[in-house]
Protein backbone atom coordinates (compact mmCIF):
# COMPACT_ATOMS: atom_id res chain seq x y z
CA UNK A 1 0.00 0.00 0.00
CA UNK A 2 2.89 2.04 0.80
CA UNK A 3 4.30 1.74 -2.44
CA UNK A 4 1.20 2.30 -4.59
CA UNK A 5 0.84 5.59 -2.39
CA UNK A 6 4.32 6.67 -3.27
CA UNK A 7 4.15 6.02 -7.11
CA UNK A 8 0.94 7.50 -7.28
CA UNK A 9 1.92 10.73 -5.50
CA UNK A 10 4.72 10.79 -7.32
CA UNK A 11 3.26 10.29 -10.69
CA UNK A 12 1.16 13.83 -10.02
CA UNK A 13 3.88 15.51 -11.79
CA UNK A 14 3.17 13.39 -15.27
CA UNK A 15 2.19 16.26 -17.76
CA UNK A 16 -0.96 13.47 -18.98
CA UNK A 17 -2.35 13.93 -14.80
CA UNK A 18 -3.09 17.67 -15.59
CA UNK A 19 -5.84 17.02 -17.69
CA UNK A 20 -8.21 14.76 -15.35
CA UNK A 21 -6.55 16.68 -12.41
CA UNK A 22 -7.97 20.04 -13.38
CA UNK A 23 -10.98 18.53 -14.62
CA UNK A 24 -11.48 16.59 -11.01
CA UNK A 25 -10.63 19.58 -9.14
CA UNK A 26 -13.49 21.92 -11.01
CA UNK A 27 -16.25 19.31 -10.71
CA UNK A 28 -15.70 19.00 -7.30
CA UNK A 29 -15.43 22.76 -6.42
CA UNK A 30 -18.88 23.11 -8.80
CA UNK A 31 -20.83 19.85 -7.06
CA UNK A 32 -19.57 21.11 -3.39
CA UNK A 33 -20.98 24.80 -4.22
CA UNK A 34 -24.40 23.12 -5.55
CA UNK A 35 -24.55 21.49 -2.27
CA UNK A 36 -23.95 23.99 -0.01
CA UNK A 37 -26.44 25.99 -2.17
CA UNK A 38 -28.66 23.34 -1.22
CA UNK A 39 -27.65 23.15 2.02
CA UNK A 40 -28.50 27.42 2.50
CA UNK A 41 -31.65 27.01 0.60
CA UNK A 42 -33.09 24.20 2.80
CA UNK A 43 -32.22 25.97 6.09
CA UNK A 44 -34.06 29.17 4.64
CA UNK A 45 -37.06 27.36 3.93
CA UNK A 46 -36.91 26.06 7.41
CA UNK A 47 -36.10 28.71 9.24
CA UNK A 48 -37.89 32.08 7.53
CA UNK A 49 -36.30 35.06 7.61
CA UNK A 50 -32.25 36.04 7.73
CA UNK A 51 -30.11 33.42 10.00
CA UNK A 52 -27.16 34.42 11.75
CA UNK A 53 -24.18 32.04 11.78
CA UNK A 54 -20.87 32.47 13.54
CA UNK A 55 -17.90 34.24 10.65
CA UNK A 56 -20.69 34.10 7.90
CA UNK A 57 -22.94 36.84 10.00
CA UNK A 58 -26.10 37.34 8.17
CA UNK A 59 -27.17 34.66 5.92
CA UNK A 60 -30.23 35.71 4.03
CA UNK A 61 -30.42 34.48 0.08
CA UNK A 62 -28.14 32.26 -1.94
CA UNK A 63 -26.03 35.96 -2.06
CA UNK A 64 -24.22 34.52 1.11
CA UNK A 65 -22.64 31.31 -0.49
CA UNK A 66 -20.07 33.83 -2.29
CA UNK A 67 -19.62 35.04 1.11
CA UNK A 68 -15.70 34.78 2.55
CA UNK A 69 -17.03 33.31 5.63
CA UNK A 70 -19.29 31.02 3.15
CA UNK A 71 -16.06 29.63 1.36
CA UNK A 72 -14.58 28.81 5.33
CA UNK A 73 -18.00 26.30 5.76
CA UNK A 74 -17.80 25.28 2.38
CA UNK A 75 -14.12 24.24 3.30
CA UNK A 76 -15.62 22.76 6.49
CA UNK A 77 -18.35 20.95 4.93
CA UNK A 78 -15.81 19.38 2.39
CA UNK A 79 -14.15 17.35 5.71
CA UNK A 80 -17.52 15.04 4.79
CA UNK A 81 -18.40 15.95 1.41
CA UNK A 82 -15.86 14.88 -0.59
CA UNK A 83 -16.08 11.58 -0.49
CA UNK A 84 -19.67 11.54 -2.29
CA UNK A 85 -18.29 14.01 -4.54
CA UNK A 86 -15.35 11.84 -5.08
CA UNK A 87 -18.00 8.91 -5.94
CA UNK A 88 -19.14 10.77 -8.52
CA UNK A 89 -16.79 11.84 -10.66
CA UNK A 90 -14.10 9.42 -10.39
CA UNK A 91 -16.00 7.31 -13.57
CA UNK A 92 -15.32 10.40 -15.50
CA UNK A 93 -11.60 10.47 -15.22
CA UNK A 94 -10.47 7.26 -14.39
CA UNK A 95 -9.62 5.70 -17.42
CA UNK A 96 -7.16 8.45 -18.25
CA UNK A 97 -5.66 7.75 -14.87
CA UNK A 98 -5.12 4.01 -14.94
CA UNK A 99 -4.44 4.50 -18.70
CA UNK A 100 -1.60 6.69 -17.76
CA UNK A 101 -0.35 4.95 -14.59
CA UNK A 102 -0.18 1.75 -16.71
CA UNK A 103 1.74 2.95 -19.53
CA UNK A 104 4.68 4.48 -16.87
CA UNK A 105 4.86 1.21 -14.52
CA UNK A 106 3.38 -1.83 -16.40
CA UNK A 107 3.67 -1.82 -20.25
CA UNK A 108 3.26 -4.35 -22.33
CA UNK A 109 -0.13 -5.18 -20.94
CA UNK A 110 -2.97 -7.00 -23.08
CA UNK A 111 -5.58 -3.99 -24.48
CA UNK A 112 -7.97 -3.30 -21.95
CA UNK A 113 -11.92 -3.77 -21.89
CA UNK A 114 -13.79 -0.82 -23.44
CA UNK A 115 -16.01 -0.26 -20.48
CA UNK A 116 -19.22 1.79 -21.94
CA UNK A 117 -19.83 4.92 -20.42
CA UNK A 118 -23.37 4.41 -19.38
CA UNK A 119 -21.97 1.45 -17.23
CA UNK A 120 -19.03 3.50 -16.26
CA UNK A 121 -21.62 6.36 -15.11
CA UNK A 122 -23.72 3.50 -13.31
CA UNK A 123 -20.93 2.10 -11.42
CA UNK A 124 -20.05 5.98 -10.35
CA UNK A 125 -23.45 6.74 -9.16
CA UNK A 126 -23.88 3.60 -7.15
CA UNK A 127 -23.09 4.80 -3.95
CA UNK A 128 -23.80 8.59 -4.05
CA UNK A 129 -27.03 8.29 -2.31
CA UNK A 130 -25.77 6.16 0.31
CA UNK A 131 -22.47 8.24 0.79
CA UNK A 132 -24.51 11.67 0.72
CA UNK A 133 -26.74 9.94 3.79
CA UNK A 134 -23.85 8.64 5.77
CA UNK A 135 -21.27 11.56 5.82
CA UNK A 136 -24.52 13.77 6.73
CA UNK A 137 -25.23 11.64 9.12
CA UNK A 138 -21.34 11.64 10.42
CA UNK A 139 -21.73 15.51 10.81
CA UNK A 140 -23.84 14.95 13.46
CA UNK A 141 -22.06 12.18 14.93
CA UNK A 142 -19.19 14.16 14.63
CA UNK A 143 -20.60 16.53 16.64
CA UNK A 144 -21.66 14.97 19.44
CA UNK A 145 -18.79 12.27 19.68
CA UNK A 146 -15.54 14.39 20.47
CA UNK A 147 -14.30 13.88 17.13
CA UNK A 148 -14.74 10.06 17.23
CA UNK A 149 -17.49 9.46 14.81
CA UNK A 150 -15.31 10.56 12.00
CA UNK A 151 -12.63 8.25 12.77
CA UNK A 152 -15.53 5.61 12.54
CA UNK A 153 -16.84 7.32 9.46
CA UNK A 154 -13.44 6.66 7.76
CA UNK A 155 -13.96 3.34 8.43
CA UNK A 156 -17.40 3.03 6.52
CA UNK A 157 -16.04 5.12 3.19
CA UNK A 158 -12.65 3.23 3.46
CA UNK A 159 -14.90 -0.28 2.75
CA UNK A 160 -16.71 1.69 -0.28
CA UNK A 161 -14.79 3.45 -1.66
CA UNK A 162 -12.46 1.17 -1.75
CA UNK A 163 -15.16 -1.97 -3.14
CA UNK A 164 -15.86 1.16 -5.50
CA UNK A 165 -12.32 1.83 -7.28
CA UNK A 166 -10.82 -1.50 -6.93
CA UNK A 167 -14.24 -2.75 -9.01
CA UNK A 168 -13.96 0.00 -11.17
CA UNK A 169 -10.37 -0.49 -12.45
CA UNK A 170 -10.72 -4.45 -12.22
CA UNK A 171 -13.88 -4.00 -14.69
CA UNK A 172 -11.43 -2.89 -17.52
CA UNK A 173 -9.77 -6.26 -17.52
CA UNK A 174 -12.49 -8.72 -16.72
CA UNK A 175 -16.02 -8.63 -16.73
CA UNK A 176 -18.59 -7.87 -14.07
CA UNK A 177 -18.81 -10.36 -12.11
CA UNK A 178 -15.23 -11.16 -12.33
CA UNK A 179 -14.28 -7.74 -11.21
CA UNK A 180 -16.66 -8.16 -8.26
CA UNK A 181 -15.54 -11.70 -7.06
CA UNK A 182 -11.52 -10.21 -7.42
CA UNK A 183 -12.80 -7.31 -4.92
CA UNK A 184 -14.25 -9.69 -2.28
CA UNK A 185 -11.30 -12.26 -2.71
CA UNK A 186 -9.13 -8.85 -1.50
CA UNK A 187 -11.34 -6.97 0.70
CA UNK A 188 -9.77 -6.80 4.01
CA UNK A 189 -5.98 -5.84 1.91
CA UNK A 190 -8.18 -3.67 0.09
CA UNK A 191 -9.65 -1.62 2.95
CA UNK A 192 -6.57 0.44 4.42
CA UNK A 193 -5.88 1.71 1.81
CA UNK A 194 -9.55 2.88 1.19
CA UNK A 195 -9.11 4.41 4.86
CA UNK A 196 -6.15 6.39 4.03
CA UNK A 197 -8.17 7.63 0.61
CA UNK A 198 -11.07 8.11 3.13
CA UNK A 199 -9.13 10.26 5.48
CA UNK A 200 -7.40 12.04 2.63
CA UNK A 201 -10.18 13.11 1.83
CA UNK A 202 -11.59 14.68 4.75
CA UNK A 203 -8.55 17.12 4.47
CA UNK A 204 -10.03 20.28 2.84
CA UNK A 205 -7.97 21.00 -0.05
CA UNK A 206 -5.70 18.41 -0.22
CA UNK A 207 -9.26 16.40 -0.76
CA UNK A 208 -9.78 17.75 -3.90
CA UNK A 209 -6.56 16.13 -5.25
CA UNK A 210 -6.99 12.49 -3.63
CA UNK A 211 -10.21 11.57 -5.81
CA UNK A 212 -7.40 11.26 -9.13
CA UNK A 213 -4.43 9.65 -5.95
CA UNK A 214 -7.35 7.01 -5.17
CA UNK A 215 -7.46 6.51 -8.92
CA UNK A 216 -3.93 6.20 -9.65
CA UNK A 217 -3.42 4.08 -5.93
CA UNK A 218 -6.37 1.33 -7.00
CA UNK A 219 -4.39 1.03 -10.29
CA UNK A 220 -1.77 -0.25 -8.49
CA UNK A 221 -3.07 -2.32 -6.14
CA UNK A 222 -5.32 -4.30 -8.29
CA UNK A 223 -1.95 -5.05 -10.60
CA UNK A 224 -0.44 -6.27 -6.99
CA UNK A 225 -3.55 -8.16 -6.44
CA UNK A 226 -4.26 -10.01 -9.45
CA UNK A 227 -2.74 -12.94 -10.35
CA UNK A 228 -3.23 -14.28 -14.15
CA UNK A 229 -3.62 -17.99 -14.02
CA UNK A 230 -0.74 -19.59 -16.25
CA UNK A 231 -1.69 -20.46 -19.68
CA UNK A 232 -1.70 -24.38 -20.30
CA UNK A 233 0.90 -25.75 -22.24
CA UNK A 234 -0.07 -26.79 -25.76
Do not use: C
Not at 61 to 86: E, K
Not at 93 to 118: I, K
Amino acid sequence: MIDAYTKAIAQLRDPRFRTPLWIGIALSLALLFVIYAFVLLLVQLLIPGALFLPITGQVQGLGSLFSFGSILYLLGLSVFLMVPVASVFTGLYLNDVADTVESEHYRGLDQRNSVPFRESANDAMRYFGLLVALNVLGMGVFAVSNGWGLILLWLVNGFLLSREYFTMIARRRHTSEEARALQKSHMFRLWLPGIVLAAGLSVPVLNLVMPLVGAAVFTHMYHRLYKPEPSPDL
